[in-house]
């Protein structure tokens, strides 16, 4: 089974994604963690995060292993170090979306993120990002898309950072998401744009459990439908 939760940043994916996965048995696929990967090796390499030749190299040049964590969770791993807190940095956050405007680097993280949904070991998956319905699973039988207000999405990613322990103005919070939001809407490569037949959910005034029960009960619908329940 494979469910996909594409949307803007702060709408709630990875919250709800790792509760459902939690909730069915299923694996996280975080693939924002795999792009913010790329951005924090091109940093700490001092490659031009803007430049597609060079980061096309530098693509050729790594190894990316993604692991898995007892919790549900998941981690990347790039040249042998594990990467958590490092790719959670605004430095990092800010060349991520640079570095998924190019086609060289999707195109390159593309079969990565498929061979998930070719693994037989596992019974189903739950990958959240931003093409994730439209591009990388496009057959997958459960599809949705998250929205909420820009001003909700800035104020839950502003607490996430004070409850991290760092230092965060709300307005500046707003100024990046909604840069970001811009970029990724507009790119030419796999735009964020729902797919035709996902299900959309705006999360501005619901609870996590509200989302959780009610895409529970669609995932088991289709799974129905799919045959696999
Ligand atoms: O979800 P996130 O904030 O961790 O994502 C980091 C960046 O990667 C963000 O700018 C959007 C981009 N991204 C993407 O283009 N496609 C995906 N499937 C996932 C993330």
């Known amino acids: ?13 990875s919250t709800v994604a790792k509760l459902i996965a939690a ?10 963690a795999l792009y913010r990967a790329v951005a ?13 030749a060079a980061m096309e ?11 898995h964590t007892q919790d549900g969770g998941m981690a990347v791993e790039v040249d042998g170090l594990l990467l958590n807190a490092q790719i ?14 190019l086609p060289q680097v999707r195109a390159w993280l593309l079969p ?17 990002g931003r093409d994730l319905g439209t591009k990388v699973f496009p057959n997958a039988p459960a599809k949705f898309f998250f929205k ?3 001003a909700e999405r800035a104020r839950r990613r502003h607490e996430e950072l004070v409850t991290a322990g760092k ?12 840069a970001r939001d811009g970029r990724d809407r507009t790119r030419e490569t796999a735009p964020l744009v729902t797919a035709p037949d996902a299900i959309e959910i705006d999360t501005t005034k619901l609870s996590v459990d509200q989302v959780v029960d009610h895409m529970t009960r669609v995932i088991g619908e289709k799974e129905k439908a799919a045959g696999l329940a």
């Open 167 to 178: 230092a965060a103005d709300l307005a500046q919070t707003r100024q990046d998401l909604d």
């Open 1 to 13: 089974m494979i469910v996909t939760i594409d949307g803007p940043a702060g709408a709630g994916k």
């Open 148 to 150: 909420a207000d820009a």
């Open 57 to 67: 190299r530098l693509c050729e040049r790594i190894r990316l292993n993604i692991l």
């Open 23 to 32: 909730k069915l048995g299923y694996i996280y696929l975080d693939t924002g």
């Open 40 to 52: 924090w090796k091109a940093l700490v390499t001092g490659t031009d995060t803007t430049s597609p």
């Open 112 to 128: 990565i993120q498929q061979a998930f949904g070719q693994r037989r070991d596992i019974s189903g998956i739950v990958a959240e």
């Open 88 to 101: 959670r940095t605004p430095e990092v956050t800010r060349a991520a979306a640079q570095v998924a405007v």
